[in-house]
């Protein structure tokens, strides 16, 4: 069968061995299987054409951006084929004075913002990882710069979407708003492509903030941390950026990077200024309230490279901890809760994980409310770091959370879609259905097809 998909498109559908072992897991590798053969597809006939042949021959299909999402999402069941979009990775447009650009799906956040630095603008959404666009707004992700900016659902305008079968649709426009019929971009967006596959985005830009002014807050203990970033959430202080990290997570960091952070619980903050002069008093009132929640030490990062070096830190948490733990393997949580609850969110965290014995990392977007864990589970640890992740997502939705704030459903949450929505689960299969009758895009992630 797969002669009839080689024939469609020369050249670029691969059966090798580093191919398929290559889209064969995601960043977290917890689940790995290969997909029958890998499509690089390099511009929109190749998707048309790819979907034609999927539905032809009833073979499901995993579209691929830079594989870091870290539920499973990219990771085949049986028998898909991948189809990798990282080869459309063309900016098409930058429109500096609607603040937009227009690119294809393949092209990397950091890619987005090297063509439009030159026009003083930023592509701000922020998942550390150099993921692409496509695979950004098909996970609807966010992250560091998500309380300033928004995360993809928000900065994402327009979508040009192949769906089943090979039609394709525009969705959105490229204005700030619009109530014109239902928002099908917005429900595309998120939808880990099981719906349709994006070709090209239309996405928001924003001016590059002149005056920056990053922070590390050094505090005895989470508690402490939490507190002061509920205060400066509270004040009127221009936060971009308000991290959360705990010990272990600072010890992950030292050893892997060499620094000599301060092993304690500490927040990474960044402010966008409006002039120099807001920059000093506005750094001095965060100083201040942490001051009130028991901080130990304030260290200023003003220029670019400190400022590099601090997110680095934060970024590079993820394999800092996969370092420390070389032999084991990782479950990853990602609770969001309303902010008058993350202070309880990260102890019962702490009491959880205590109580099962295990080395938990908590880390956070703490301003929106996204408590992450990083667990590192040694073989006979399995069963109880389920139940941790049970225990928080239960404690999580019981606060009115979710169980998931930016990484998704994938494959890893499925058992807590019900949990959270209820019926609602039963629309979101109809839809589904509607979109994709045949199950063809990417099955088995969100949610099941009845047979
Ligand atoms: C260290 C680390 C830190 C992370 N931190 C964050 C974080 O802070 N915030 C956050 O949101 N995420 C985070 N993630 C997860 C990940 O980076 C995001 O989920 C990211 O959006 C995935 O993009 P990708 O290009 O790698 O997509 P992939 O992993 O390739 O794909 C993700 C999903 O999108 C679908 N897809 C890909 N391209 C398309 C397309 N063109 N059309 C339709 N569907 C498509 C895939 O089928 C899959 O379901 C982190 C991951 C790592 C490893």
New binding site residues.
Partial sequence: MLESLHARLPGKVSERAADLEQHSA???AALRRPPAAVVFATDRHDVVTALAWSQETRTPV?????????EG??VPLGGEIALD?SGMDRVLAVCPEDFLAVAQ?GVTRTALNRAVAGEGLLFPV????D??I??????N????TTVRYG?MRSNVLALEAVLPGGKVIRCGRGVRKTSSGYDLKDLFVG????L????ELTVALHPQPAHVHAQRLVFGTVAGAVAAATAMMASALPVARLELVDTLSMRAVNRHLGTDYPESPALFVEMHCSSEAALDSEAEEVAALAWDSGVLKVASARTAADRAALWSAR?Q???AVKALYPERRYLITDTAVPLSQVAEMVRVTEKEADALGLDVVIAG?VADGNVHTIVPVAPEQADRAREFSDLLVEHALSVGGTATG???I?VAKKKYLRLEHGDAVDVMTAVKAAIDPLGLL?PG?ILDLPR
Avoid: C, Q, R, W
């Avoid at 995993?62 to 870290?70: H, K, L, R, V």
């Avoid at 922020?126 to 990882?129: F, L, W």
């Avoid at 496509?134 to 996970?139: L, Q």
């Fill in positions: 995601d960043e977290t995993i579209p691929y951006g830079a594989g870091t999402s870290a999402h990219i979009l799906p922020d998942p550390g990882a993921a692409s496509g695979g950004m707004a098909a996970t992700a966010s992250g560091t995360g939808s880990a492509g099981t349709a596959v994006f070709t970024h948490l993820f394999f977007h930016e990484h998704g994938g990417n992630k």
